[in-house]
């Protein structure tokens, strides 16, 4: 039987697929930076060096960056092309997501670990996001619907555990249980829709999909509008779409604030690289049935974003539901279903990712000093902080008037880009609402801002600042930080520094961020 065995063996060589390492360099250099925190953290298992951590992941970010660079200039110059057996596409889309991916996780990592400079010393933060933004890479790279559901499930279970990140807070851990158990529901959805789309086209790989579709050898298109719809819902859960926003305004206001910032910006870069994959690429000749779906979802996130976030008055909240109203303006790029569409959905979830890791993180050193407890935070809390920190409060108020689409930054580039794309597809009606919304949604963030620049609080809050004493209801420290605390509130302002400074600069010379996204073809 043995010597069988071993014919059979012998005759029947193992292919194996062809791996391209610059293809699955960004997502490899992620996944062994988070590694090489662990092993340093096994290593150095009695020292509390979050530190260390926090620039071994930084170096890892920096080289998922630059790897990322060589393989655009690489498709430039030679073109784009399949990898891993088909399983990977090798193009500018994919390779702009990973260089959008990095730039969010370095901010999210400057700014990130001050607050567990107070929780604890450990690992976690670092490994965590690295292996986050591994996941995102993927999606962004991905030319297979299992693919795309392994890339989500490695960023949703590291989002899960930053959420619930603050294991002695009650409200933290129900909100990592409330995001746990919805997104558990909305990948099973997904998964569903995969096989639906399976069983009309006879595969999961986009190109053979899209080949399969533009050959018009479908025999009936109701198996195959199921499952599209199914796939639709569950990437809608992910970027926090309406119907599928339930869940976004307690985990927002549960997770700590600095995380908060970083699974916005991350959940919203991969689902919506995957949503133009899939549906811009794979489905584009089926737009006549999943286009008033999308359509759908943009106008009631458009709608439910404005409006809900009028009523908030926590500011995490608050930011919760103009996470919505900014993922309704990111699927009119979808909807738009043209080569501008896709450039100008990329370049508003690239200008947003960044720009709300920079609004949550001066959202995190306004709590700081005002000895704020991570989780919640109200109007009233920020009251009259340009009188006390004014360096807090402008950089603040410049994210915020940034996201409502002020001229001279991104958020007003952003905007204008995926109008723009839905005017030239003719849906002009969808444009005017957008940009209603849009009016609506500036009232919120001046809300914020008037708060910031009114009058001082008028009751006091006793701050968690150890040697913190109140004065006239403000808080004023008595003793100095320690060295770590204050490494780690400098690096916070270097992160939130940086975002505020490419908001404005790209804003008003919006030349490199217009060449990058312009490079994202799809194979």
Request: charged letters at 10%; a neutral charge.
């Amino acid at each position: 039987m043995n010597v069988l065995l071993a014919s059979i063996v012998s005759q029947t060589p193992i292919v194996l697929p062809r791996i391209s390492y610059l293809t699955i360099g960004p997502a490899l250099v992620l996944f062994g930076g988070a590694l090489v925190v662990l092993l340093v953290s096994a290593l150095l298992v009695r020292a509390r060096r979050p530190e260390l951590y926090r620039w071994l992941a930084l170096v890892a970010v920096a080289g998922e960056i630059v790897v990322a660079t060589a393989g655009l200039l690489h498709v430039d110059a030679h073109g784009a092309s399949l990898a891993v057996a088909g399983a990977l596409a090798s193009d500018g889309f994919g390779f702009v997501v990973a260089i959008i991916v990095g730039a969010a996780t370095l901010v999210a990592l400057l700014i990130g670990p001050s607050f567990v400079q107070r929780e604890h010393g450990g690992p976690e933060y670092a490994a965590l996001s690295l292996i986050a933004a591994s996941g995102a890479v993927v999606m962004g790279q991905a030319n297979d619907l299992l693919v795309v559901f392994l890339g989500l499930e490695i960023l949703s279970i590291s989002l899960y555990v930053l959420v619930g990140f603050r294991v002695g807070d009650g409200v933290a851990r129900e909100a990592a249980l409330k995001y746990f158990l919805m997104g558990g529901f909305a990948s099973a959805v997904l998964l569903y829709g995969i096989a639906l789309i399976y069983g009309a086209t006879g595969s999961t790989n986009l190109v053979r999909i899209e080949g399969f579709l533009a050959a018009d050898h479908l025999i009936h298109n109701g198996v195959l509008l199921g499952g599209i719809a199914l796939v639709l819902v569950g990437l809608g859960f992910k970027v926090a779409a309406a119907p599928f926003h339930a869940w976004s305004p307690d985990v927002y206001q549960g997770a700590p604030t600095s995380v908060t910032g970083f699974m916005a910006a991350l959940a919203k870069i991969g689902a919506f690289a995957a949503l133009v994959r899939v549906f811009d690429g794979a489905l584009a000749s089926q737009a006549s049935l999943w286009g008033p779906l999308v359509a759908a979802l943009a106008v009631a996130s458009l709608a439910v974003g404005a409006f809900f976030a009028l009523r908030q008055r926590d500011v995490k909240r608050m930011l919760a539901y103009s996470s919505i109203n900014h993922a309704g303006f990111i699927l009119l790029g979808v909807y738009a279903a043209s080569a501008v569409g896709i450039r100008a959905a990329l370049l508003y979830v690239g200008t947003y990712g960044i720009l709300v890791v920079g609004s949550f993180g001066a959202l995190s050193l306004a709590q700081w000093v005002r000895g704020l407890d991570e989780g919640l935070c109200s109007l009233d809390d920020l009251r009259g902080l340009a009188r006390e920190h004014p360096a807090i409060a402008v950089t603040l108020a410049i994210t915020l008037v940034a996201q409502a689409g002020a001229p001279f930054t991104t958020g007003f580039l952003a905007k204008f880009a995926v109008v723009e794309a839905v005017i030239a597809a003719g849906e002009t009606w969808i444009a005017i609402v957008a940009m209603l919304s849009a009016a609506v949604a500036a009232a919120f963030y001046l809300r914020v801002v008037l708060a910031l620049y009114g009058r001082d609080r008028e009751s006091s809050v006793v701050p968690a600042i150890a040697g913190a004493q109140v004065e006239d209801g403000r808080s004023a420290v008595t003793q100095r930080p320690s060295p770590s605390e204050r490494v780690a509130v400098a690096t916070a302002w270097g992160g939130v520094v940086l975002s505020v400074g490419a908001t404005i600069v790209l804003g008003v010379v919006p030349t490199l961020v217009l060449s990058l996204v312009g490079r994202a073809h799809i194979l």
